[in-house]
């Protein structure tokens, strides 16, 4: 048992269950659910947690800090986030860092910028915090739950829930799920918080939403491009979904097949780059390039399209959103002026193998 054996030991931990206690008692002991007298962690009540960690005794982690705040936030009964106190087995801090389990009553938690936290299986839960976080979970009554600015929360399954907490927040969920979101103003204000259950009509199945001025708004970022969706239908085995990317007051076009996205200012462009995205394209041109060599503008944006497979709309929005890019850039410039972006990580490996 290794390190579980000491905290039980240390009476960190019962003895029979393996569970925390609210206090380390200092010898071996059994919880109240094992027959003995000892009070777990997940069976305090808020004045005795309040109590000992204003004594020092208990230094909880931001994983369980968040649960706590969103559990105030959005008035969830205490029983599912309970649940996470006493089954939760793996925690990871720290920037990109992530957490992942697996089977029944699973629980993943990861905390720190970036970071992600992803469970699966029956009555699971993925909880993460920090911005631009992700949490997600598969399986029936399963949950996920994010806390910080821009992250995400989804889950799959019958009877899910996925929640975030911050600004510029989404979530989605399965048909008959449910999600919660909030949304904040300026000064950091919270100004709403909206849950709704996923109806297949109102809220779509498996699509993502944030709050806008208190309404929840049907949101799309395939390929890295955020946009909010104005209608979606099916074409054969396509889907299509008629956007307004942010930023731009056009419409345009995302083709969806077999995994894959494009997008398009029609819905033939998008389908044209879609092809061009899964085509076998040929790269050997740019095997001689290395990192410290400068390329105009034009040859880099055909290189990276070719490289990634990104469409042309992606292609161009990205560089109409960066500030007076110069003519010529180093490959080493584009890979650190992408990160975060489609491709990026295809580009860059791509050039470490040549290298």
Known sequence: MGEQANYMINGDDCQECGMPFLKSYGYPTTCTDCGGKGILFCDATDEQRIRMEGKGMIDKNEAQKIIDAMRDVFNIASTGFDKFYKEAKENSSGDYSKAASSGYASTAASSGYASTAASSGDYSTAASSGDSSKAASSGDYSTAASSGDSSTAEASGENVCAFACGRNVCAKASLGGGIALSEYGDKNKLVAVAASIIDGKKLLADEWYKLEEGKFVHIDFSDGIFSRVKSI???????????????????????????????????????????????????????????????????????????????????????????????????????????????????????????
Not at 273 to 281: E, G, H, P, W
Not at 314 to 322: D, H, I, L, M
Request: net charge positive; proline share 2%.
């Open 233 to 355: 239908k099916k074409i054969g085995n396509a889907t299509v979904k008629t956007v307004i990317i942010d930023g731009q007051k056009k419409k345009s076009y995302i083709y969806i097949s077999g995994g894959k996205s494009a997008h398009g200012e029609t819905i033939e462009k998008a389908k044209a780059d879609l092809r061009y995205k899964i085509a076998d394209r040929d790269t050997s041109r740019f095997k001689g390039w290395k990192l410290t060599d400068e390329k105009p503008l034009d040859e880099i944006i055909e290189a990276y399209r070719v490289i990634t497979g990104a469409c042309e709309q992606g292609a161009r929005t990205f560089v109409e959103s960066q500030e007076k890019l110069p003519q010529k850039l180093t490959i080493a410039d584009v890979i650190n002026r992408t990160k975060g972006a489609f491709g990026n990580e295809q580009f860059s490996a791509f050039f470490k193998e040549v290298a």
